[in-house]
């Protein structure tokens, strides 16, 4: 018996034996956002054993007796020590180690660790990027990077207006240069978001000025995305779709409001129109003092839109290679309804890297956009504002009207027609665009690790073939015949950029040189011409027969235009870091080109920073990295229509005597642009990270001018004015970013961001001129020495006249009073100079559309393999001319908004904003004041965002590849005051601007 207990219990021995060496353990290695980490080693801890995690993160291992603790370890990552126990599946989220990562950061011609910068960069990754359903990737960048300003618009395919750093310009470009990799562009409209890897915004003049003179208002890097070396095979697929939903749409005065509104005028032939509409419609059953009839025609005119994009990528890499192909297709219809008005592109790309010896990589990236664009006719927004509610859309009594029997108010006595579905159904307007992308460089290692040259060649064609047609119609009262415009615009574009990079490391010294040349060759052809009364059958249904050919040609619309513009320039960067404390960095360009009479000019820039934390006597827990920046930089801009012109002279006759004397005379004017406008700016910052680097934060303080800017000179005797390099122009502002993330245990992660950006725009010269008018004379800008650039301009109002005492009282005199007929219910301008007449003399600056404060921020947290995330953004300080409102100037017979409608004053103590019915048509109150200049502040939810990861999942049996579902959630609240679609007005002026609408989409990235 004791013989068998001892032989079973060698068995028993002798099975657990087996059963520890024999265990499997296997996982998956993800990053903190669930991304699968290629590449990840898995060591058993004390042994040499190991394996690395395959392309899709998993790992397996076979464990030994008495080992149990695995060590998982990554470059930029945080190093975890697990013990294994029974389990045999462990799932590992890596964290990325900040404090030993040296992130390298993208900027001109090279890169630079994130420790040695000195200038203002801000970088946005593409995981943010792809958050923002949209065809413009600048747009993603909306509240998430300090000092960049994004206007967003809301027709299909139209790119945002971009501004760093406010307008340093008054009439040459304000846009920043865009940058993709390494080819020049004033926009970035073919771009798929979903194709980009990082977006590099340059905002200070250190790092913009080896851009030279397309840099002056901030520089846009964009790298697009390429496959890993070592990396096996990759398809990923990423789409989205969704709708589109018009937001604050204004309420117009519906018809009982408007006919309240009409017979307090008291005005006999608006009233008569009434009558006339009753005459026409009938009355209302509801109420009989209004006609039958209530058209709400913004309602009529917006649709709800869809909205989708697929992107598909092929990506990997062996030892020596790697590769990136992907194919992309976007969509977006556009709000407006009975007309083509979308966007479709359709986009390939293909970028390759090739070791192709130990000394020599080469690669290339070729990528193709085509597009087609349906413009919507802005005429239908601005007559949804101005029609009256006391007609219909179609009117069967209008039988004259052909194809449609649209109304017409021309029928009831108003002058125009009024219906906004005229230019819907009778415009077609059509943009082809196709661009091609190509470059292709060659990088030379000659010292290994020290010495290398790069030469990369870049050429971009696009074309852009428009048409535009008007068919054939009738309103009933006029015939409108058809015609066809078109254009032909091509854009060649080449950039040869050759440098040389040079490393060196030696004790606690750390040096990159750069030095280098580029050659640029642009040109731009366009053809136009219009053909009218086309002699075929014009509609939607013939497109084959829109064709110029078949009308008379225009020769007063015909043009052949284009130009060409060489340039060359030389550069050099150096950047020295001495151990880790003091850094020191500046560049410089020699630029020159045929555009401007100075040919060549430079522009340097030089930068200093001291790491503060790297110093022996700096000993704070709570800072675990601390450095100040300074820099100053000088930049150009040849944005601008260069202008050589001189004194002209022209022969005249004159009778002396009775004799026919010929003589001649001068012409003094003309303009003389001979140089680039000039920007310097100073920059002076604060990177640190705290609290084990949980807490990041960038501040920056920065001054910027722009001298010999290009403005108009007035020549008072002549009567003329002339362009001349005479102004100044400043902006200034602070910047700061900040962000914390946690991890709270092993399942739950959080992010917190925050960002603001403040913004004081000042002319501070005009060529020895007070100021320059800009602006229509109704409704006038200026430009003031001490002032923003193109300030509203006009009279402060003080209320409304109650009583006919208070205008009496008013401090006005007797004679300016009789003369502008006041009465109750007229505004009360502010007597600036006290003399008791409200002139010229009493106008002064009302605002300005440029914001003083610009903010975002954000939040983000993650359980499990559930994610939520949230973004916000605003603005404020900044005004916007309610254009709208004001074109009553021009014609008194159209509709009103609800709100005015509501608010008129109609006795004493009714209003004290708003002037009466009849007030509203007198050029006394009519005349440019704070009135019409309302505040654009607004307070808006950017992005919602919630994704669930499904990480080993099944479904129907069978294993899932790596999937994320996504909803999104784009603009659903925006709060405001102004009256109007959005606060969103890229000049200040809203005559009628496209509605930004919301964009909720269901989304799906897989990765096989």
């Not at 042994?47 to 790992?59: A, E, M, Q, R």
């Not at 760093?164 to 310009?169: C, D, E, L, S, Y």
């Not at 022209?650 to 642009?673: C, E, H, K, M, S």
Request: charged fraction near 20%; hydrophobic fraction near 35%; glycine fraction near 10%.
């Amino acid at each position: 018996m004791l013989k068998t207990l001892q032989i079973l219990c060698l068995l028993g021995g002798f099975l657990v034996q087996q059963v520890a060496v024999g265990q499997d353990v296997t996982g998956k290695v993800t990053d903190a956002d669930g991304t699968s980490i290629p590449g990840v080693n898995v060591l058993v801890e004390g042994t040499s054993k190991g394996t690395v995690t395959d392309i899709d993160g998993n790992y397996a291992l076979t464990l030994s007796d008495g080992e149990n603790v695995l060590v998982f370890s990554f470059v930029g990552y945080v190093t975890q020590r697990v013990e294994v126990g029974a389990r045999q599946v462990i799932n590992i989220s890596l964290q990325e180690d900040i404090a030993q990562l040296d992130e390298v950061v993208v900027i001109g011609y090279g890169t630079l660790e994130e420790k040695d910068l000195i200038s203002a960069i801000t970088t946005v990754e593409s995981d943010e990027i792809v958050k923002t359903p949209t065809s413009q990737a600048m747009q993603a960048l909306q509240g998430k990077v300090a000092g960049l300003q994004v206007v967003s618009n809301g027709a299909p395919g139209a790119s945002p207006t971009v501004r760093v750093r406010g307008i340093g310009t008054f009439q040459g470009n304000a846009g920043p240069l865009y940058v993709v990799d390494g080819m020049f562009f004033d926009n970035i409209d073919f771009l798929n978001t979903s194709d980009i890897e990082t977006i590099t915004v340059l905002k200070d003049a250190s790092s913009t000025a080896i851009y030279g003179v397309r840099a002056s208002n901030g520089v846009v890097l964009i790298e697009t995305k390429s496959g890993s070396y070592e990396q096996e095979p990759q398809i990923t697929y990423n789409g989205y779709y969704g709708i589109q939903n018009a937001q604050n749409v204004i309420q117009m005065a519906n018809s009982e409001q408007f006919v309240q509104y009409i017979n307090e005028t008291g005005n006999p032939a608006d009233i008569s129109f009434i009558d006339n509409a009753f005459q026409r419609y009938g009355r209302s059953r509801i109420n009989p003092n209004v006609p039958d009839v209530n058209t709400d025609w913004y309602d009529e005119v917006i649709q709800t839109a869809p909205i989708q994009n697929h992107t598909l990528t092929f990506s990997g890499g062996s030892e020596r290679m790697r590769y990136s192909i992907s194919g992309s297709y976007f969509d977006q219809d556009g709000l407006m309804r009975e007309t083509r008005n979308s966007y479709r592109r359709i986009n390939l790309r293909s970028k390759l890297e090739f070791d192709a010896a130990d000394w020599l990589n080469v690669g290339g990236n070729i990528q193709l956009s085509g597009a087609r664009q349906f413009v919507g006719e802005d005429a239908a927004w601005f007559r949804s504002y101005f029609a009256v509610p006391i007609i219909p859309k179609f009117d069967e009594q209008n039988t004259a009207a052909t194809p449609n029997q649209l109304s017409n108010a021309q029928q009831i006595g108003y002058r125009g027609s009024q219906n906004p579905f005229y230019p819907l159904y009778y415009n077609d307007n059509r943009n082809n665009i196709g661009k091609v992308l190509g470059n292709f460089f060659l990088d030379f290692e000659i010292l290994p690790g020290r010495l290398s040259f790069k030469t990369q060649l870049n050429y971009t064609y696009e074309n852009i073939n428009s048409r535009n047609i008007d068919f054939p119609y009738s309103d009933g009262q006029t015939e409108f015949l058809s015609g066809i415009s078109r254009a032909h615009t091509t854009f060649l574009n080449t950039i040869w950029d050759n440098y040389l990079t040079y490393e060196e490391l030696w004790d606690r010294h750390s040096l990159t040189a750069v030095l280098g040349y580029s050659f640029r060759n642009e040109s731009f052809e366009r053809v136009s011409a219009r053909g009218e009364d086309l002699n075929v059958p014009v509609n939607r249904g013939q497109e084959e027969l829109w064709y110029l050919r078949f009308g008379t040609i225009n020769q007063d619309a015909t043009g052949d235009a284009g130009g060409k513009l060489y340039g060359a320039s030389y550069f050099g960067r150096l950047a020295y870091n001495f151990d880790d404390r003091y850094l020191l960095y500046a560049t410089i360009r020699r630029e020159g080109t045929n555009r401007i009479q100075d040919t060549w000019d430079w522009f340097p820039t030089v930068g200093a920073g001291w790491v503060l934390s790297s110093e022996d006597f700096f000993n704070v827990d709570a800072i675990s990295f601390m450095k100040f920046r300074a820099s100053w930089g000088r930049l150009g801009n040849d944005g601008i229509t260069p202008a050589l012109g001189a004194p002209e002279f022209t022969t005249v006759f004159l009778a002396l005597n009775d004799i026919r004397v010929q003589g001649t005379q001068v012409v003094p004017v003309f303009d003389y642009v001979d140089s680039w406008e000039f920007t310097e700016e100073i920059n002076l910052g604060l990177s640190a990270r705290f609290l084990n680097d949980r807490m990041n934060l960038e501040m920056d303080y920065y001054i910027r001018d722009t001298e010999d800017a290009v403005i108009n000179i007035d020549l008072p005797l002549i009567r003329d004015n002339v362009l001349r390099n005479l102004g100044e122009i400043r902006n200034q502002g602070i910047e700061v970013a900040l962000n914390w993330s946690d991890e709270v245990g092993s399942d739950f992660r959080y992010n917190i961001g925050a960002n603001f950006a403040t913004l004081k725009n000042e002319v501070l010269s005009l060529g020895g001129q007070e100021y320059i008018n800009a602006g229509s004379a109704e409704f006038r800008q200026r430009s003031i020495i001490g002032q923003p650039f193109q300030a509203f301009y006009g009279y402060e109002t003080e209320g409304i006249f109650q009583t006919e005492s208070q205008i009496t009282n008013s401090g006005l005199t007797s004679e300016f009073i009789a003369d502008n007929g006041l009465e109750p219910g007229d505004f009360i301008f502010r007597d600036q100079n006290g003399d008791g007449v409200i002139d010229d003399q009493d106008r002064v600056v009302l605002g300005s559309y440029l914001p003083e404060l610009t903010y975002g921020f954000n939040f983000g947290v993650t359980w499990r393999n559930l994610s939520l995330s949230a973004a916000f953004q605003g603005q404020a300080g900044h005004e916007i001319l309610n254009r709208k409102r004001g074109e009553i100037i021009f014609t008194t017979d159209t509709n009103i908004d609800a709100e005015l409608a509501n608010n008129l004053w109609r006795g004493e103590g009714t209003s004290n904003r708003y002037p009466s019915a009849a007030g509203l048509r007198k050029g006394y109150n009519q005349s440019m004041s704070d009135y019409y200049v309302e505040s654009g502040s607004y307070f808006r939810i950017q992005n919602v965002r919630l994704s669930y990861n499904f990480l080993d999942a099944q479904l129907f049996g069978a294993d899932m590849p790596e999937t994320t579902l996504i909803l999104t959630a784009e603009r659903p609240l925006t709060v405001f005051d102004y009256n109007g679609f959005n606060p969103e007005v890229p000049s200040g002026i809203d005559r009628q601007t496209y509605p930004i609408p919301a964009i909720y989409t269901v989304g799906l990235n897989v990765k096989l």
